[in-house]
Nanobody
Framework: QVQPVESGGGSVQAGGSLRLSCVVS??????MGWFRQAPEKEREEVAD????????HYADSVKGRFTISQDNAKNTVYLHMDSLKPEDTAMYYC?????????????????WGQGTQVTVSS
């Protein structure tokens, strides 16, 4: 059974950094990604990566600040977050799913973790 398990969330001051990790046991598909949901807001995709790190995509709001990477041997995906802002505060979810035409569309993610909270104070 495929089950993503996140770790690494926490509280940090604005301008700080955090690294999230997610182990996806039993997974052999091509896409892994990170999503977030803030209170009273819809879930949004933060970043996704195609197996092998060939392609990575980011939400405009995090470009230049967040970096997604993966370790295929460990079936692990990371999200390194720099220059954090209070508006980055949210529950962050790891997800995995099949690709489509070489890309990782948000609606293709099938497996979801329980989430890890990130809180950025001003």
């Amino acid at each position: 059974q495929v089950q993503p398990v996140e770790s690494g969330g926490g509280s940090v001051q604005a301008g700080g950094s955090l690294r999230l990790s997610c182990v996806v046991s039993g997974y052999t598909g091509n896409c892994m990604g990170w999503f977030r949901q803030a209170p009273e807001k819809e879930r949004e995709e933060v970043a996704d990566i195609y197996r092998g790190g060939i392609n990575a995509h980011y939400a405009d709001s995090v470009k230049g600040r967040f970096t997604i990477s993966q370790d295929n041997a460990k079936n692990t995906v990371y999200l390194h977050m720099d220059s954090l802002k209070p508006e980055d505060t949210a529950m962050y979810y790891c997800a995995a799913g099949p690709s489509y035409l070489g890309r990782c569309p948000p609606d293709r993610f099938l497996y979801w973790g329980q989430g890890t909270q990130v809180t950025v104070s001003s």
